[in-house]
């Protein structure tokens, strides 16, 4: 079955660019879609179709698919972005997600 | 504004049953794919099943095969859970999500995209004895 990678955690430090890797074979050919979960909450939709951002997502959150990798990229992250990120994709009727990046802005 | 809220979550024993529920508003609920994520403790989100638009066609996680169902009820705007034969393994948080799909096109292909747009809170489910 399909399987997606992510690096189990990330630290940048406030006002740097955080990326986030996700990894899978021929990934450049599915759609990507990326979640945020902070503590007690429920996940967010951060960015859909490899680089779309919904309404009301700041800017700051882009993404990319190319190859092997989609990366979810953070420019000037922020304390309140701290949270974990998960990456999904569609394979063969089924909705795969990475197993999370825990991201840490220290 | 546009909201989804499980019910039905609770503690049961090995091999009983459950039946969760979501409540759709604000927005138009025939016209859209349903999820159902699930989240056991200090663990990862992981697909449980979803549901298209007219009930026409479902897909299962592998492990809930034969277990689950997953239906929906458009004149209600609701979407259901029914697991049967559950074990311990499924201890989570289950999360209600409304799914958005379709075909897009990418430099000369298209693809299929699948994304989960509006999250409920989650109803938590403990299987124990």
């Known amino acids: 079955s399909y399987a997606l990678t992510q690096p189990p955690s990330v630290s940048v430090s406030p006002g740097q660019t955080a990326s986030i890797s996700c990894s899978g074979d021929d990934l450049s050919n599915k759609y990507v879609s990326w979640y945020q979960q902070k503590p007690g909450q429920s996940p967010v939709l951060v960015i859909y179709?490899?680089?779309k951002r919904p309404s009301g997502i700041p800017e700051r959150f882009s993404g990319s698919n190319s190859g092997n990798t989609a990366t979810l990229t953070i420019s000037g992250t922020q304390a309140l972005d701290e949270a974990d990120y998960y990456c999904?994709?569609?394979?063969?009727?089924?909705?795969?997600f990475g197993g999370g990046t825990q991201l840490t802005v220290l | 504004e546009v909201h989804l809220v499980e019910s039905g979550g609770g503690l049961v024993q090995p091999g009983g049953s459950l039946r969760l529920s979501c409540a759709a508003s604000?927005?138009?609920?025939?016209?859209?794919?349903m999820t159902w994520v699930r989240q056991a403790p200090g663990k990862g989100l992981e697909w449980v099943a979803n549901i298209k638009q007219d009930g026409s066609e479902e897909n299962y996680v592998d492990s809930v095969k034969g277990r689950f169902t997953i239906s929906r009820d458009n004149a209600k705007n609701s979407l259901y859970l029914q697991m049967n034969s559950l074990r311990a393994e499924d201890t989570a948080v289950y999360y209600c999500?409304?799914?958005?799909?379709?075909?897009?096109?990418?430099?000369?292909?298209?693809?299929?995209?699948?994304?989960?747009?509006?999250w409920g809170k989650g109803t938590t489910v403990t299987v124990s004895s």
């Open positions: 604000g927005f138009t609920f025939s016209t859209y794919w």
């Open positions: 999904q994709a569609w394979d063969r009727r089924a909705v795969i």
């Open positions: 179709q490899d680089d």
């Open positions: 999500v409304r799914g958005g799909a379709g075909w897009a096109a990418a430099g000369t292909s298209r693809y299929y995209y699948y994304y989960m747009d509006v």
